[in-house]
């Protein structure tokens, strides 16, 4: 039996190799690749044992130190071999090397989960509205065009004025404002999917609808998920610290995140302590690249004319 | 007298590299295509047919596969040159790379350009993909006429408006009469040529009784439309055969370009009429989605018929058509060959559409040619294995409701192809040379040559 | 219980289409229309037809794959259906509900899917690319309740049905060339052991080697599970090798039935006649003879009223169902008068079509009415006009013609004898 299941995990191990090798074939993609991994790695580590990255403290906020609040230079600068504070020091005392560390754990968890959540409720949505058409495709479309419009900064600047700001307030509202875009790919994907003989041949074969449609169509429609998928994960995370930047961060939190320390910095930046901004900033910055980079990889290696 | 070939192909090796790694699709492969000629080239799926089109048209793509060995001629021009200089595969133990030397490569598709769509033209497997879907057919036919061809539509007009009397009822009496000899002999003045080629036009029309043609030949002899102006600069061009000059002046050369692109019309209206499209006017602002398959195929004829090519190759051009449209468009070509006087590379896997149109077949297997001679010969007397399983497989009315002969096995994987004869995994007769060496071309009757190792 | 096993009366099937991206005009593209069939026991049925004529479409309707737009369809009748079908009796609501594959519940629908399978025209588009080819074919076992160990090892054995050997089993179909693809399709399509299988075109796509794999592969499983099959295709030679009874489709009907040795001994319809001449026969002495078809196909849209091949016709008269707007064009050819000299004095001003089978002429003078019908015959027979066979009467008055045609008729099914059935006036 397990002979048996080995079996037929092989091609599908194979047809993951084939993946990889031509992800791997370019040089860009092997890049973004290896940038988002060891964000995740920092982010995984931070989550189960925030010592093993030399941080200082595991609770969920940013530490400022009012003994001595002024920006402080990386250790490194004044001796080469000095690694205490890497990454010196932002006002008011707060370790920066401890804050982006932990931001990126949050940034990113923030934004799996916004993504992944806006990315169910579209596809669901989606592959619904595309299989069965008529009205409800109808309302589904013409919701997805109403968010469209929406430019999301207003939207959740407004949600944030009325409902208050907080962090699990800004995720409801980026998830709404992010499904309609996998609707929109999906049903895409799935109405040319549909017409496929192979979906008129399982219902030949007796295939009841739903699995039709979880089992046919929906697997067939994840290629380009997988894409917008990566360039939404770096997407929301520039959302998120646009929204800090510019000041509209949860009330009074002193929570990690690589917008807000860049906003902090970035007074302090302009009178020449540049490392209050270049290190949050290159953070935000690498990991959206990385994000763009494997985006685009993936588009070319989930390409099926180049599986042949 | 020996005629000599209008196309040599020897010995070429055309590759892809492709991840999994090279893609022989090409492995030496001679033809020759005599003069007013149709060679068939029939083969089953991936055996290089369009390869081998493709890698004689140059249009080949560059950061895929390219040609590493060999030669073609045509017409006594190499086209291979550059090989091994433009585009080079370079071998790393067993991966390979491909390398496009981009200055190398566009002096060779430059040097093409002056034959491709001039003297040699194609039509495609595939006419979608071939026509643009955004320009309509009336745009895709005049823009390279206009480009191209700004002296014959010159010499069109100037035909209609200064040949005499006496030299057009001399043309028209020839044409009507279809007194081929005297045809050849006045088309060697391009002038007259101009003409011949239009009243061919209104007479080779089906749906005219003889009085509407008669009328449109006096309508051909109204001098009408166009300033002496125009005339007289044409001539000048003409004559003086420097026609970049007049046509570079910012006005004047709009200004003389408006009648070039009536003429251009004209001129691409009877193309569509000569492959029996009967309101071609209206054709000319549709756009390629809007016609079915076989009106496509015929405005591919069309277009590559539009510059008199020396060599036509028709890649598959019927393959995509219903029979019925297919044998309109088989008699078509026939029709059409006949007036041109072209040669065609004919390529298809059917081989009762090769039965009907070729003169001479190579049948190929696996990038090889494995068998020529004339139609005769390889229908019944075929000799290669491959080529005798091939014609007992197609069902005919002995075969009706008993077995077909079967060829076991299927086509073999061109990266690692077998080696000696690539057919002997699948030969009934197959001995134990065949697996070790290659055999060689042999002719084995007058014109009949056959790569198997029985002969 | 009869040796009928498929009876299908008026069918038919319209695919609604919207004319343009802004226009709320909807068009209905013809299909099928209006098709009487009869498959028996254990028979091979051949449907041959130029692409669009709706081969497909009448496929897939008669597994009820698409919704019909009309008529009935019934799988085994018994005897007593049989006869009322025969006697044109009426057919109780209930009786359909309970027998008609068109007027069933969707579960018993399922049910049938058993019994009746297809295999697909494009190997390459009906295998899920993201299925293992084991998967594949225990698709509809699994969607009858088979588990998964009894469903794997069928699988296995209908493999080697289908010459494949069991290293097939984890493979995904894009390792497989365009025959072992038509191979596991067919596998799919007999994993439940049917009685009736639909091939659509099952060896266009494939080389003339693979194709004589597959057909001899269909030959030994017919007989070897006592198959029923419908066999489309468009090429009459793949069919003449396979099928007992033969079934030419144009423009959504069915225009001549007979036995395969009889339909290319004595074809009847033209339409036939022209589809046989225009095959290439892959022998060089045989010439193709040219009575191949002018123009092309119809649109479906707008099918040619009476007898639907009569715009392609080389037989075509009087009765074939030629109408006003077909006449126009020619009428205003003929009637110039540096056409045909006996006209001179007749200024033609405008033809007016008052009906399908009526028109009217209209002109400014009109000095020799009389010798109108003798230029349209002369140019009828010249010029093989065949448009001007349809005319009925000419009358003159004043200085209108009128034109009348002969009502259009669409010609019916007829046994011509020796169970050779055509759809054409001159038999
Ligand atoms: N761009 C390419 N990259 C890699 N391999 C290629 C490419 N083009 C063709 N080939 C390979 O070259 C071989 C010959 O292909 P070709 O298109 O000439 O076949 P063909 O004889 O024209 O077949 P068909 O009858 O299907 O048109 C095949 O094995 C094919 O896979
Ligand atoms: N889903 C559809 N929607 C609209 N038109 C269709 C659809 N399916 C088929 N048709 C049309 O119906 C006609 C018959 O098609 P089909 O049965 O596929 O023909 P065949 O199988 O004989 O080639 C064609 O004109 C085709 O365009
Ligand atoms: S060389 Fe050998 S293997 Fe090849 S075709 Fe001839 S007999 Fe067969
Ligand atoms: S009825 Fe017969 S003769 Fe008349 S148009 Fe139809 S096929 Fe031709
Ligand atoms: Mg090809
Ligand atoms: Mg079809």
């Known amino acids: 039996m397990f002979d048996k299941m080995s079996d037929s995990w092989k091609p599908r191990i194979e047809n993951f190799k084939i993946t990889m090798k031509i992800l791997l074939k370019s040089p860009a993609s092997a890049i973004g690749l290896i940038i988002v991994l060891v964000y995740f790695i920092i982010a995984l580590l931070d989550q189960v044992d925030p010592y093993i990255l030399g941080i200082t403290t595991n609770v969920n906020t940013l530490i400022p130190n009012y003994v001595n609040t002024a920006p402080q230079p990386p250790s490194w600068l004044t001796n080469p071999w000095d690694f205490s504070l890497p990454f010196g020091t932002t006002y008011p005392g707060i370790n920066l090397y401890d804050g982006i560390i932990k931001a990126i754990r949050i940034d990113i968890a923030f934004s799996l989960f916004v993504v992944v959540s806006g990315a169910i409720i579209g596809i669901v949505l989606g592959v619904f509205s595309a299989f069965y058409g008529g009205w409800f495709d109808e309302i589904i479309m013409r919701l997805t065009d109403i968010f469209f419009s929406i430019p999301y900064l207003v939207l959740v600047i407004a949600l944030g004025v009325f409902l208050g700001?907080?962090?699990?307030?800004?995720?409801?509202?980026?998830?709404?404002?992010?499904?309609?875009?996998?609707?929109?790919?999906?049903?895409?994907?799935?109405?040319?999917?549909?017409?496929?003989?192979?979906?008129?041949?399982?219902?030949?074969?007796?295939?009841?609808?739903?699995?039709?449609i979880f089992r046919h169509i929906l697997p067939n429609t994840m290629a380009p998920i997988f894409v917008q998928f990566s360039f939404d994960l770096a997407t929301i995370v520039l959302a998120l610290a646009t929204l800090y930047f510019i000041g509209f961060a949860p009330s009074n939190s002193w929570l990690p995140e690589l917008g807000f320390l860049s906003s902090i910095g970035y007074e302090y930046a302009i009178v020449g302590d540049w490392w209050t901004i270049v290190f949050p900033g290159f953070a935000l910055m690498i990991f959206a690249l990385g994000m763009n980079l494997l985006g685009d990889g993936l588009r070319d290696a989930l390409d099926p004319r180049l599986r042949r | 007298m020996e005629k000599q070939p209008l196309l040599i192909v020897r010995n070429l090796k055309t590759h892809f590299v492709t991840w999994k790694g090279v893609v022989k699709a090409l492995d030496g492969i001679d033809l020759e295509i005599y003069p007013g000629e149709t060679l068939g080239l029939v083969g089953e799926t991936g055996c290089g047919k369009s390869v081998t089109s493709y890698s004689i048209m140059g249009l080949l793509p560059p950061t895929q596969g390219t040609i590493v060995e060999g030669s073609i001629f045509f017409n006594g021009i190499e086209l291979t040159k550059n090989v091994g200089k433009d585009v080079i595969i370079k071998y790393k133990g067993k991966k390979a790379k491909i390398k496009v030397n981009r200055r190398a490569y566009n002096k060779t598709q430059d040097f093409l350009n002056k034959i491709r769509g001039k003297e040699m033209s194609m039509i495609f497997q595939e006419p979608m993909t071939a026509l643009n879907p955004v320009l309509s057919i009336g745009y895709q036919l005049t823009e390279?006429?206009?480009?191209?061809?700004?002296?014959?539509?010159?010499?069109?007009?100037?035909?209609?408006?200064?040949?005499?009397?006496?030299?057009?009822?001399?043309?028209?009496?020839?044409?009507?009469?279809?007194?081929?000899?005297?045809?050849?002999?006045?088309?060697?003045?391009?002038?007259?040529?101009?003409?011949?080629?239009?009243?061919?036009?209104?007479?080779?029309?089906?749906?005219?009784?003889?009085?509407?043609?008669?009328e449109l030949l006096n309508e051909l002899r109204k001098k009408k439309g166009i300033s002496r102006f125009h005339l007289s600069v044409y001539k000048k061009i003409v004559e003086s055969k420097y026609e970049s000059i007049f046509f570079k002046i910012p006005l004047l050369s709009s200004y003389l370009m408006r009648p070039l692109r009536e003429e251009a019309n004209k001129k691409a209206i009877e193309l569509l009429r000569m492959v029996n499209i009967y309101e071609p006017e209206s054709l000319l602002s549709a756009y390629p989605h809007e016609l079915s398959g076989g009106m496509r195929q015929r405005v591919m004829i069309a277009m590559a018929l539009s510059c008199d090519p020396k060599l036509l190759i028709a890649d598959e051009p019927t393959t995509a058509l219903d029979v019925t449209t297919q044998a309109q468009i088989l008699d078509l070509m026939k029709d059409l060959k006949e007036r041109t006087s072209a040669s065609i590379l004919f390529i298809t896997h059917d081989l009762g559409v090769i039965a009907d149109m070729a003169d001479r077949i190579s049948v190929m297997y696996a990038g090889n040619v494995v068998e020529n001679g004339n139609k005769m010969q390889i229908f019944y007397n075929p000799k290669h294995p491959y080529t005798r399983g091939l014609l007992r497989s197609v069902p005919t009315e002995e075969t009706m409701k008993s077995k077909l002969h079967i060829i076991p096995g299927s086509i073999p994987n061109m990266i690692d192809p077998p080696k000696g004869c690539k057919f002997h995994p699948r030969c009934e007769f197959a001995m134990d040379i065949c697996s070790r060496e290659r055999p060689p071309m042999k002719e084995i009757e007058e014109g009949h040559y056959v790569a198997c190792w029985l002969y | 219980m009869g040796n009928t096993l498929i009876v299908g009366r008026g069918l038919k099937k319209f695919f609604e289409i919207k004319t343009g991206l802004f226009s709320r005009k909807r068009l209905n593209v013809k299909a099928v229309d209006g098709v009487d069939i009869t498959i028996n026991k254990g028979e091979v049925v051949g449907l041959v037809g130029e692409s669009g004529c709706g081969k497909t479409t009448l496929g897939r309707l008669i597994l009820r794959l698409i919704e019909p737009t009309d008529g009935e369809l019934y799988y085994n009748p018994s005897e007593e259906i049989l006869e009322k079908i025969k006697n044109g009796e009426k057919i109780s609501q209930d009786e359909l509900k309970k027998y008609s594959i068109f007027h069933m519940g969707k579960n018993d629908v399922r049910e049938l899917r058993r019994h009746m399978q297809i295999v697909f025209q494009d190997p390459y588009s009906s295998l899920d690319p993201r299925y293992l080819i084991k998967d594949i074919i225990a698709e509809p076992l699994r969607s009858f309740g088979w588990d998964s160990k009894d469903a794997y090892?069928?699988?296995?054995?209908?493999?080697?049905?289908?010459?494949?050997?069991?290293?097939?089993?984890?493979?995904?179909?894009?390792?497989?060339?365009?025959?072992?693809?038509?191979?596991?399709?067919?596998?799919?399509?007999?994993?439940?052991?049917?009685?009736?299988?639909?091939?659509?075109?099952?060896?266009?796509?494939?080389?003339?080697?693979?194709?004589?794999?597959?057909?001899?592969?269909?030959?030994?499983?017919?007989?070897?599970?006592?198959?029923?099959?419908?066999?489309?295709?468009?090429?009459?030679?793949?069919?003449r090798h396979i099928a007992d009874r033969i079934m030419v489709m144009y423009l959504g009907k069915i225009v001549e039935i007979a036995e395969t040795k009889e339909i290319f001994k004595n074809p009847l319809h033209p339409y036939t006649q022209a589809l046989l001449s225009a095959v290439p026969v892959p022998d060089p002495k045989t010439k193709r003879m040219k009575i191949h078809l002018e123009g092309e196909v119809p649109s479906p849209v707008n099918p040619p009223k009476g007898c639907s091949f009569h715009t392609r016709c080389k037989f075509a008269f009087e009765k074939c169902g030629w109408t006003a707007n077909e006449l126009v064009e020619y009428l205003r050819l003929v009637m110039d008068p540096t056409r045909n000299e006996e006209l001179?004095?007749?200024?033609?001003?405008?033809?007016?079509?008052?009906?399908?089978?009526?028109?009217?002429?209209?002109?400014?003078?009109?000095?020799?009415?009389?010798?109108?019908?003798?230029?349209?015959?002369?140019?009828?027979?010249?010029?093989?006009?065949?448009?001007?066979?349809?005319?009925?009467?000419?009358?003159a008055s004043g200085k209108e013609v009128k034109i009348k045609l002969y009502e259009p008729k669409v010609p019916e099914l007829k046994n011509v004898g020796n169970n050779h059935f055509v759809a054409c006036f001159l038999h």
């Open chain 3, 153 to 239: 090892s069928r699988v296995e054995e209908l493999l080697k049905s289908v010459g494949l050997g069991p290293e097939f089993m984890n493979k995904f179909p894009h390792e497989l060339s365009g025959g072992q693809r038509q191979r596991v399709a067919i596998a799919r399509a007999l994993a439940l052991k049917p009685e009736f299988v639909v091939l659509d075109e099952p060896t266009s796509a494939l080389d003339v080697s693979v194709q004589a794999q597959v057909l001899n592969l269909l030959d030994d499983l017919r007989k070897e599970l006592d198959l029923t099959m419908l066999f489309i295709s468009h090429h009459i030679l793949v069919v």
């Open chain 3, 344 to 395: 001179k004095g007749n200024i033609l001003d405008e033809i007016e079509i008052v009906s399908d089978t009526e028109l009217i002429m209209r002109f400014k003078e009109l000095e020799n009415p009389g010798n109108i019908r003798g230029v349209i015959d002369k140019e009828k027979i010249n010029n093989n006009i065949r448009a001007f066979y349809g005319i009925m009467g000419i009358e």
């Open chain 1, 165 to 212: 700001r907080s962090l699990e307030i800004l995720s409801i509202g980026l998830i709404i404002l992010w499904w309609p875009i996998y609707a929109r790919v999906v049903r895409g994907q799935a109405l040319s999917i549909k017409e496929q003989t192979y979906v008129e041949a399982a219902r030949a074969s007796g295939v009841k609808n739903s699995r039709i």
């Open chain 2, 144 to 214: 390279p006429l206009i480009q191209h061809k700004k002296y014959e539509l010159m010499m069109r007009i100037l035909a209609r408006h200064t040949l005499g009397d006496k030299d057009f009822e001399e043309i028209k009496n020839a044409v009507f009469g279809e007194e081929k000899e005297r045809l050849m002999e006045l088309s060697k003045d391009p002038l007259k040529y101009a003409l011949i080629e239009q009243i061919k036009s209104i007479y080779y029309r089906k749906d005219l009784t003889s009085l509407q043609k008669n």
